[in-house]
């Protein structure tokens, strides 16, 4: 089976632009969470999707947004980057959301902003 | 406030010694407890998770965790340290509630020296 996919594997922007990070889960998970990761902060919580809902959200600003369409693919977009955007995005499927359900994670979205 | 605390920046271990990374939780409940790995410029690759049951988990490469509801601790640990087990290591917490979401720790660099 193959495993959780991210695309781009790589970014770099410029402050002020935006950014769309795709997801594509493994095959017949329905749930998908996003996590930023940066050296200072570590491993920050972004939001958690099941069955194009969002059940659960972190502490970050309106500018992060995200989505999950009908075949659990994800989405998550950042608009008006900030230089304190620059981080590895990771994402995160399971096959319900909750409980002892074990995350698969994919090998992240490096965003560069200059 | 729930949260998860992983004691130790960077432990330092021989090849052949025993490892231990140490992880304690604060939640209501009764948790579901997991560990994970990240090696450089990869994802997040899941070790183990204790649901209920035998306090004494087994996961992959030779890893166990002990879960001491006590203590509310959930220590990684590994009989004979490998070089190739120098990697970041995460603890997660989800509390029993299935909306919730999981808390991941500030992870510990392991580091394995021939």
């Known amino acids: 089976k193959a495993g959780v996919t991210q695309t781009p594997r790589y970014l770099i922007k410029t402050r002020g632009q935006q950014v769309t990070l795709s997801c594509s889960p493994i095959s017949g998970h329905r749930s998908v969470s996003w996590y930023q990761q940066t050296p200072g902060q570590g491993l920050q919580f972004l939001f958690e999707y099941f069955s194009e809902t969002q059940r659960n959200k972190g502490n970050f600003p309106g500018r992060f947004s995200g989505r999950q369409f009908s075949n659990s693919r994800s989405e998550m977009n950042v608009s008006t980057l900030e230089l304190g955007d620059s981080a590895l995005y990771l994402c995160?499927?399971?096959?319900?959301?909750?409980?002892?359900?074990?995350?698969?994670f994919g090998p992240g979205t490096r965003l560069t902003v200059l | 406030a729930q949260s998860v605390a992983q004691p130790e920046d960077q432990v330092n271990v021989a090849e052949g010694n025993p490892l231990t990374v140490k992880c304690t939780y604060s939640v209501s409940g009764n948790p579901y407890l997991f560990w994970y790995v990240q090696y450089p410029n990869r994802g997040l690759q899941f070790l183990l998770k204790y649901i209920t049951g035998d306090n004494l988990v087994k996961g992959s490469y030779g890893f166990e965790a002990e879960f001491n509801k006590s203590q509310t601790s959930f220590h990684l640990k590994k009989p004979s340290a490998l070089v190739s087990d120098s990697a970041l290591y995460f603890c997660a917490v989800r509390p029993y509630s299935s909306a919730s979401k999981i808390i991941f720790g500030s992870g510990t660099r392991l580091s394995i020296r021939p």
């Open positions: 995160a499927s399971s096959l319900i959301a909750g409980g002892g359900d074990t995350q698969y």
